[in-house]
């Protein structure tokens, strides 16, 4: 008879119970993997707020206006007062910028990290009293109120912007940037390139024939 050898079979049984094992975590392993999981959301809600306006049928990009577009801007504006609204206000330097020039400056913007970046930096420059920012679609927010507007569009979004206009201002002073209005012409033309401004001014005689015509 073959004598049992006690070392090899505790050989035996400590693979058998590191075969079957269940493998677990450390504390530390545990931690890190919910701080990697945690920042993987983080970044994916930040980034869905950016990447999202591009499902939209007319989309309005995050690009920064440039020193001298808001040089521009703050040139067409000399002689005027009152409310001020940025249609698409991104970072809300222009915003910021037209109430260091004493303007009551409005901003709408569907990305809520922009929203909250503006009131940051309007609040860091001083001015926070004299402008607000909207988390807000601009299509569906009134402009009525508003005697200066400003617009840095995209091509395809100019023709139903300028119907809203159309439709809703009174006595207002249009301020298009990048893109001119496809159907008015501006009673002014400053810089040119990427930088030139359109100035147009909207009123009761502004409204296309038809509007005219039914009292709109």
Same mark, same amino acid.
């Given at each position: 008879m073959v004598e049992k050898c006690e070392f090899c079979e505790e050989i035996q049984r400590q693979h058998r119970e590191s075969t079957y094992k *269940? $493998? *677990?975590?450390?504390?530390?392993?545990k931690v890190l993997l919910a701080l990697s999981g945690g920042t993987a959301l983080a970044l994916t809600t930040v980034c869905y707020a950016f990447v999202s306006p591009a499902f939209r049928k007319i989309t309005l990009p995050y690009v920064p206006a440039t020193p001298t577009q808001i040089r521009?801007?703050?040139?067409? =504006? &000399?002689?005027?007062?009152?409310?001020?609204? @940025? =249609?698409?206000? %991104? @970072? %809300?330097? !222009?915003? !910021?910028?037209?109430?260091?020039?004493?303007?009551? #400056? @409005? %901003?709408? &913007?569907?990305? $809520?990290w922009l929203v909250l970046y503006s009131k940051w930096s309007a609040w860091r420059q001083g001015v926070s009293n004299y402008c607000s920012f909207f988390k807000t679609d601009l299509w569906k927010y009134s402009l009525t109120p508003y005697p200066n507007i400003v617009i840095f569009g995209v091509e395809q979004m100019m023709p139903p912007l300028e119907e809203k206009f159309r439709k809703e201002l009174v006595n207002s002073c249009v301020i298009a940037c990048r893109f001119p209005l496809t159907n008015s012409k501006p009673v002014l033309t400053i810089g040119e390139g990427i @930088?030139?401004?359109?100035?147009?001014?909207?009123?009761?005689? #502004?409204? #296309? $024939? *038809?509007?005219r015509k039914s009292g709109r």
């Open positions: *269940t $493998p *677990t975590l450390s504390k530390t392993g521009n801007i703050v040139k067409a =504006l &000399e002689g005027r007062s009152g409310r001020l609204i @940025d =249609l698409g206000s %991104g @970072d %809300g330097r !222009i915003v !910021i910028e037209t109430a260091k020039k004493g303007f009551k #400056s @409005d %901003g709408v &913007e569907l990305n $809520p @930088d030139a401004v359109w100035c147009y001014e909207f009123n009761q005689t #502004s409204a #296309s $024939p *038809t509007q």
